[in-house]
């Protein structure tokens, strides 16, 4: 078996105790993983710290911490087919995806190493005339960027790369289940020069290992994506060190289809939206939202499509959906599942377990049109399971689109552009993609509301987002300052 270790003050090492790492495609153990516990922790703060304060960081000039983020970059790139063979292998996603995302996120640490030298305070026009008074960003300190296991090399880059363009310094906790890429990404980071403790990169279980980094003393920044769950724990443990938090959690998007629509081009999305990673986004287009008088013909469409949807080894590029990351995940989509066809929901397609090593479930469609509380319709399934409900009217597509707790992504199809606009006006989601589904950027803000949590990653607003404000006064004058007792 691989066998991986951690990453801490520039150094690989060994982990406080190792666990081994599931193939989701057989269910065997594949490799090794290091497990951090309190004292691991606690060594990656302390070197982030430290490298926080160290000359060779802070006085750091921002165009030099460009430079290393623009090496990172083609390090990533270079890297791009060793690193998509190793998520593939640790989390099941298909090896056609991995390869093209990982290629792709490149571009982010590119972005924000073009960012790092623009990150500007401001001169302020004050109102008293012997004083000049200006502001500045700066790094807000050491940062914990917890990532999931789902596209984790870009979700990290989302974190990694603006922090480090604002000139903080970073510890990245991997999920337990498929730390392997990112502990292979390490090896970059030391290649790309960042001094000793700038990244460390860790993996370990929640009590353990996230518990302890998120209530850190030396923490001043969390930046979380992952469950609702898991983020309650972790806003509760940031009341420990006040480290300010952004959450990008789960979603349950609304996918909105009008009769108006090219129905060829809505299902093309939705099965991109729903069945490309096997589901396993938190922007999966989960509930399908058609207008009555095209419900059959939509669902005929997507039958026929999701009927021919290749299932198989995820490591095979003709492979269109592998297995899911977890036996437990499986579990948990199962008994949804049944708890919704209980509830009223009818089976379209899929929805059977199939026999055989590894953890897949086939792509599956409920029509929910008869169970507003399914199961399958109200909670994140996070995996290949579509939910339809219809509609009659805009108002009442509108009105189904935000009945739900999330607030992440959605998605619109019309070829009415004054009902385009009355929509995303309407829908109350971070992202709204009209006639288009699942596409990023780099320079597009991505983040939501609700319990799909709070605050950005991409843009410019990113990087801001990991610097503080500091207020500078210069008085002009050489008079004696006045009445010391009043404030000026």
């Excluded at 399971?385 to 992504?409: I, Q």
Aim: charged residues 20%.
């Amino acid at each position: 078996m691989e066998r991986f270790q951690l990453y801490i003050n520039g150094a690989f090492v060994d982990g406080s105790a190792r666990f081994d790492s599931l193939d989701p495609a057989t269910g065997s153990p594949w490799a090794e993983m290091p497990e951090a516990r309190e004292a691991d922790v606690n060594r990656a703060v302390e070197a982030a710290h430290a490298a926080f304060l160290s000359p060779g960081w802070a006085n750091m000039t921002a165009t030099a911490r460009g430079k290393l983020l623009y090496r990172l970059a083609d390090l990533v790139q270079e890297a791009a087919p060793r690193l998509a063979a190793l998520e593939t292998r640790d989390t099941g996603k298909i090896i056609r995806e991995t390869s093209a995302q990982i290629a792709y996120v490149a571009e982010y640490y590119r972005y924000y190493a073009g960012l790092a030298d623009k990150i500007e305070g401001a001169h302020l026009p004050i109102d008293k005339p012997d004083m000049e008074v200006w502001t500045r960003r700066e790094p807000v300190g050491v940062v914990a960027a917890i990532v999931p296991w789902n596209s984790q090399l870009f979700l990290s880059a989302v974190k990694l790369g603006p922090a480090l363009a604002a000139g903080c310094t970073v510890v990245v906790k991997a999920s337990e289940d498929g730390p392997a890429p990112l502990l292979e990404f390490a090896k970059l980071v030391h290649q790309a020069g960042f001094p000793a403790g700038v990244v460390n990169i860790i993996t370990g279980f929640g009590p353990k290992c996230g518990a302890v980094l998120t209530s850190h003393p030396r923490v001043a920044h969390i930046a979380f994506t992952g469950g609702p769950e898991t983020a309650r724990h972790v806003v509760r443990g940031s009341a420990e060190n006040l480290a300010k938090v952004s959450l990008e959690l789960g979603g349950k998007s609304p996918f909105i289809v009008f009769e108006d629509a090219d129905l060829e081009s809505a299902a093309n999305a939705q099965i991109s939206g729903i069945f490309a990673a096997t589901g396993q986004s938190c922007v999966a287009g989960s509930r399908l939202l058609v207008q009555a008088s095209v419900k059959d013909r939509l669902l005929a469409i997507l039958k026929a499509k999701a009927e021919a949807i290749k299932v198989s080894a995820p490591d095979d590029m003709a492979t269109e959906v592998g297995p899911l990351c977890t036996k437990r995940q499986r579990d948990a989509i199962v008994a949804a599942l049944e708890a919704s066809i209980v509830a009223g929901a009818q089976v379209v397609m899929g929805g059977v377990c199939p026999n055989g090593a590894g953890f897949y479930f086939p792509p599956t469609i409920m029509d929910c049109s008869g169970a507003p509380e399914a199961d399958c319709l109200r909670r994140e399934m996070f995996g290949p399971v579509l939910s339809v409900v219809s509609f009659e009217t805009e108002a009442e597509a509108l009105a189904l689109a935000n009945d739900t707790e999330f607030g992440l992504a959605s998605g619109v199809f019309t070829k009415s552009l004054t009902r385009a606009h009355r929509m995303i006006r309407g829908i109350r989601a971070g992202i709204v993609w009209v006639n288009t589904y699942r596409v990023v950027s780099p320079i597009a803000p991505f983040g939501g509301h609700g319990l799909s949590g709070h605050g950005r990653e991409g843009g410019l607003a990113a990087a801001l987002d990991y610097t503080t404000v500091k207020t500078v006064w210069l008085r002009t004058s050489d008079d004696p300052i006045p009445d010391p007792f009043v404030m000026r």
